[in-house]
Every structure is written in C-alpha cells, then in structure tokens.
C-alpha cells in the first residue's frame, strides 16, 4: 500500500478496550489499522465492505457473519474464525485455533500457519 494511502486510514489502539468497545470504533470507518489487539473476541462480526489490519492476536469469533470485506492479521487467531461468514476474506499470517470456517456459508480464509 502506498505510503499516502496509509495515511488516510485510521488506526486504533485497542489496548484496554473489549470487543464491544473495540467493533464500536470499526463501525465508524471502512478501513482501519487496529493495533494493541490482546485477544479480544468478535472483531469485525458482522460487518460488510470494510477493510481492518489487525496487529496482535485476535480472539474467538474473528470475522463471525461477516458479509463482505477483507480482515488481515498479522499475527495468530483463536478459534472459530470466519464462523457462519457470508462473504469477504479473511488472511492470517500466523496460525489459527480450532473449527476456521465453521458454518461458512462463503468467502474465503487464508492461513499461513497452521489450524487446529
């Protein structure tokens, strides 16, 4: 991405924020860099059309009923990745927790490491 693109997107610090809190600050944008992230749960559920950089580790239900977009981590994700997603992707340059795709219905999920 060039140097002028990433600095139009916004970034947030997740560090100290729950998940709610956290998917309530993605809501207000289509494309943001998240970082901090120490495991929290449901990033990106249910969310269409944005485009999210995750920095860390994210916890279980990562990108749950998604419908569209493109969710990249740069790090490991716990279980039930992509669960009952509808559409979009989803890459993990790291490993994956247990049942990735669980009830997918579509999309795609890319893992670089390995998944249990």
Do not use: H, W
């Amino acid at each position: 991405m060039p140097a002028n693109e990433r600095c139009k997107m916004k970034i947030i610090n997740a560090t100290g924020l729950d998940f709610k809190e956290l998917n309530e600050e993605i809501r207000k944008t289509d494309e943001a860099e998240i970082i901090g992230l120490e495991g929290q749960r449901y990033i990106g559920c249910g969310t269409e059309g944005k485009k999210l950089y995750l920095c860390g580790f994210s916890g279980n239900g990562l990108g749950s009923f998604m419908n569209g977009g493109e969710i990249i981590v740069y790090g490991n994700a716990q279980d039930a990745v992509g669960d009952t997603m509808n559409g979009g992707s989803i890459v993990v340059r790291g490993s994956v927790g247990d049942t990735a795709g669980y009830a997918m219905r579509g999309g795609e999920i890319y893992v670089q490491g390995n998944a249990g």
